[in-house]
Structure formats: C-alpha cells, structure tokens
C-alpha cells in the first residue's frame, strides 16, 4: 500500500485524503450490495405522481385477511384512494386505524400514508384462498385523480422481521 501514496512532505494529509476516499468507496459498495440484495423483496409502482410502495400481506389460513403499502402523492394534488378489489377475495374494504370501514383514504401532497397494522389498511374479506409465505395476487386500486393501477402484493412476515 505505501506504493499508492504520493510522494510530498504532506503526506500525512494525502494519506488521510485516501484512507478517506477509500472508505467512501467501501460504505457505497456495501450500499450497493444490500440495495441488490433487498431488491427481489422491495417493489414499488407509480401512477403519475403517484407513488405505491411495497404492497404486501400477511400469510394467513383465515377467510379475513389485509393488504398493505405506501402511498404517496409526489406532486401537489390532493389523492384519494376510493376502492380496491382482488381476485382473491370477494371484496376488499377500506379501513381506519380503528378498523372501521371508509369510503376513502386520502393523501396528502407530499405526506406519504402508510397502510400497515394499528393504522389504515385494506381488508380483504372473503379470501377464496389462503395466503401462504412467498405468495403473490394482483390488487387493482382506483384513485380518484390518477386513476386505476394493479399491482402484486407479496405474501410475507411484516418487513423487516
């Protein structure tokens, strides 16, 4: 290695210059790496300047199940989510954090909604199958600017279980 360094009377500096650039470079590459790694699992769609990110479901044997994602509107019109439909499922209900059925959900400009457990979510009532580990059913959802867009919603654990 001391054959990389530059030849000068502030080496001391250089060779913190390099040990500093060489560092950069090793944290990008393990970015890099767990970004490749996490890509198979992470999914995301855009409708416009709509943004839905990582729809997924737990697994479950039961007749109820629930789907969630991210939802975020990019630009600066006001969305609202106002129906959502598998084939999987006889139908699927729109919920509050306290479960209770809504005719919509909306979204902000520029304030991501998180659908997930203990907040807004998609019920999926009916499930004509179960959902099982490693799974995946297409989930239309229509929205009342951007319109309609299906996506695939994987079957797992909570992420980052």
């Not at 479960?99 to 304030?111: L, N, Y």
Request: hydrophobic share 40%; net charge positive.
């Amino acid at each position: 290695m001391s054959g990389l360094r530059p030849k000068s009377s502030n080496r001391s500096h250089l060779g913190s210059r390099y040990h500093t650039a060489m560092r950069r470079r090793s944290m990008l590459a393990a970015f890099l790496w767990s970004c490749a790694a996490t890509r198979a699992r992470a999914h995301s769609y855009a409708l416009g300047s709509l943004e839905i990110g990582h729809p997924w479901a737990r697994p479950t044997s039961a007749q109820l199940g629930a789907a969630y994602c991210v939802l975020a509107v990019k630009g600066d019109t006001e969305e609202r989510l106002s129906y959502a439909e598998t084939p999987i499922a006889e139908r699927v209900e729109l919920r509050n954090a306290a479960g209770e059925a809504v005719h919509s959900i909306e979204i902000a400009p520029k304030r991501p909604v998180v659908l997930r457990p203990g907040k807004p979510y998609l019920a999926l009532m009916g499930l004509k199958q179960s959902l099982k580990l490693g799974d995946s059913f297409l989930l239309t959802l229509r929205f009342d600017v951007a319109g309609e867009i299906t996506v695939t919603v994987m079957v797992e654990n909570a992420p980052g279980e």
